[in-house]
């Protein structure tokens, strides 16, 4: 933008209204100013102004005239059609964009040092251990995996490193600035903090060294009371009721409110936090915390809801209307069921606690841990064929928030994967085993310290097979049975907070990194987004073979492609089936309304038409 000197008239105008300056000469203005809405304001340093001849809405149907009143600024830029008034300290060495309301505030400043919350050193997992990810605006689940999995690879850590720094390097600006739409009320406090456009900032108590994401298709809100501290907060995403938050970083359309305290944390993907505390804390995509005596320390969480250490009883909440106490991975029962599910419906893993993760149980997915006094009984694949799980499986996906233009994390939704039926697999095999070493007459069997009952294994490994042949059958549907093109995918298969991918890409990924074939951050995430992309094809190479290895087969001929067909036919109708059984058993508790309980087998009668479609396209 053209900016010239002010005139004599506008100088004796402005002075005439109290306005005062350290050296006129200094204040320069864009063609359209007009100095008769500027009243009691005081310049200092080199000041550039806007065009102000516009009308601007403060609350609805009530609007005044841009312009700025009661205020000190000192080394700023205001862009055109502001509204700024009631400014009780000062705006210090700031750069606002066009059509702002910045009201009854106390301070706005940048000062020496500032660092905006990018390149902040933080410790997750470990919350006095070494910093392990570093937080900034590029930031995405699948990058802060990436890099908390990897922190003791030494070369890879520094390769990391020296790209982010790099990136904040090349992006950081001298001072602070404020973007276009941006509204700031009765706040006390900003320094050091970038916003962008279109946020809205309501009552804050202070914001200090932060970089605000909003933009006009997400924007964000900071409401009452917040104190923020060295953070960076993304688009989509609420700040409200008097949260604490240092040193934390919020992704897309996250929710964190009603007291909630947070430090050296990560929050991704429609993450909702509210009352309780975090620390140290990994929260994956639809991570829920919403108990007073909730605290999330050390842990990794993702498609989780943390409930309170005596209060689980909304967990065991199945039929009802959809709310964040739905039966989830990690969540234990109100019969004190814990519940055993793989690390993944698109997530990066879940903190089972010290009973729950016990790696002895990791390779019996979907299963359930119950104790009788000194007794741990191990249930597994139970949740497969739960209520729970199928609203799950449906629910997910209209929860996520984000807009498509603003949604950096990546989240893979398929409940049955190579990663979750690899996990399945390894599970049916080691019941199947256990049946062969002890035989199959005997009441119960031990696997390590749990014990499993013999009507538990044999349902286990049939709710297995059940999960293995609707996963053959659909995926079936989405490929046509042709021997694939590509080795890639064949192996093991991991998660990286939400995007599947197998062990081999995220190999490759970290020797190019140290080789240096990946030169930036952003190379580092249009990585993950071509794996992304490549996920069918990854996937078929690795259901082909297994497809192959299970049922015997040489090739995929239109016999055995049928075989496959009717299998898929049989296990759908037996799993609907087993969620029919567990629904009635709901509705005999007395806890879910008779209209409710039907409606819910209604949706699941007309869970044939998946089998009427084709069998491939």
């Avoid at 306005?19 to 310049?43: K, L, S, T």
């Avoid at 601007?56 to 830029?77: C, M, Q």
């Avoid at 790209?163 to 001072?175: A, F, G, V, Y």
């Avoid at 009883?313 to 990690?330: D, F, I, Q, V």
């Amino acid at each position: 933008m053209a900016y010239r000197n002010l005139t004599d008239t506008e100088i004796s105008v402005l002075q005439a209204n109290s306005c005062w300056a350290e050296d006129w000469q200094h204040v320069c203005v864009a063609d359209g100013f007009m100095p008769n809405f500027f009243h009691r304001v005081m310049f200092y340093g080199d000041i550039r102004l806007g065009a102000f001849d516009k009308n601007v809405e403060v609350s609805k149907g009530f609007f005044k005239h841009s312009g700025i009143t009661g205020a000190t600024l000192r080394n700023t830029t205001v862009g055109d059609n502001c509204l700024i008034e009631n400014i009780s300290g000062f705006i210090n060495n700031y750069t606002i964009g066009n059509d702002c309301i910045i009201s009854n505030i106390c301070t706005m400043e940048t000062t020496e040092g500032a660092t905006y919350g990018e390149g902040n050193l933080i410790s997750v997992l470990n919350e006095v251990g070494d910093g392990n990810l570093i937080i900034h605006h590029g930031l995405t689940s699948q990058v802060a995996s990436f890099m908390v999995k990897h922190f003791h690879n030494r070369p890879l850590k520094d390769a990391i490193r020296r790209l982010i720094r790099e990136e904040i390097e090349r992006t950081s600006p001298d001072t602070a600035y404020i973007g276009n739409r941006v509204k700031i009320i009765n706040t006390k406090e900003i320094t050091n903090t970038i916003i962008y456009d279109d946020c809205e900032i309501s009552g804050a108590a202070r914001l200090s060294d932060c970089t605000i994401m909003s933009n006009p298709n997400a924007n964000v809100y900071i409401g009452t009371g917040v104190i923020c501290e060295n953070s960076i907060i993304s688009d989509g995403s609420s700040i409200i009721n008097s949260v604490k938050m240092q040193d934390c970083f919020v992704g897309e359309a996250c929710q964190i409110s009603n007291g909630f305290t947070a430090s050296n944390s990560v929050f991704f993907a429609n993450s909702y936090m509210s009352n309780g505390e975090a620390c140290a804390a990994f929260c994956g995509p639809f991570t829920a915390s919403h108990h007073k005596s909730s605290l999330l320390i050390g842990g990794e969480f993702s498609f989780y809801n943390a409930g309170s250490a005596t209060n689980f009883s909304n967990h065991a909440y199945k039929m009802g209307p959809m709310h964040y106490g739905t039966l989830e991975r990690g969540s234990k029962t109100a019969s004190g069921a814990y519940i055993l599910m793989p690390a993944h419906i698109g997530a990066f893993s879940v903190c089972f606690g010290k009973l729950m993760y016990h790696p002895d149980t990791r390779s019996l997915p979907f299963s359930y841990l119950i104790a009788y006094g000194d007794t741990m009984y191990l249930v597994p694949g139970r949740n497969l064929t739960t209520v729970g799980l199928y609203r799950d499986i449906r629910k997910w996906p209209k929860r996520d928030m984000r807009p498509e233009g603003a949604r950096k994390s990546i989240v893979n939704f398929d409940w049955l994967s190579p990663f979750t039926v690899g996990e399945i697999l390894r599970g049916k095999k080691i019941l199947e085993n256990l049946r062969e070493a002890s035989g199959e007459d005997v009441s119960t069997y031990n696997y390590h310290e749990y014990v499993i009952k013999n009507s538990s294994l044999r349902k286990g490994i049939k709710y297995y097979d059940i999960a293995l042949r609707i996963y053959m059958g659909a995926v079936l549907k989405r490929h046509a049975p042709v021997e694939p093109t590509c080795n890639e995918g064949t192996g093991t298969w991991t998660d990286l907070s939400g995007l599947l991918l197998p062990t081999s890409e995220e190999e490759r990924i970290i020797n190019d990194i140290i080789s240096g074939e990946i030169e930036t951050t952003q190379g580092l995430t249009e990585r993950f987004e071509e794996i992304d992309r490549k996920y069918s094809e990854y996937r078929w190479a690795w259901s082909y073979r297994m497809i192959m290895d299970y049922y015997g087969f040489d090739s995929l001929t239109e016999e055995n492609v049928e075989r496959v067909k009717r299998d898929y036919v049989e296990a759908r109708r037996a799993w609907i089936s087993e969620i029919k059984k567990d629904a009635a058993k709901e509705y005999r508790l007395g806890d879910v309304e008779e209209d409710v309980y039907n409606n819910f087998n209604e949706q699941l009668d007309r869970e044939v038409d998946f089998e009427n479609q084709k069998l491939y396209m």
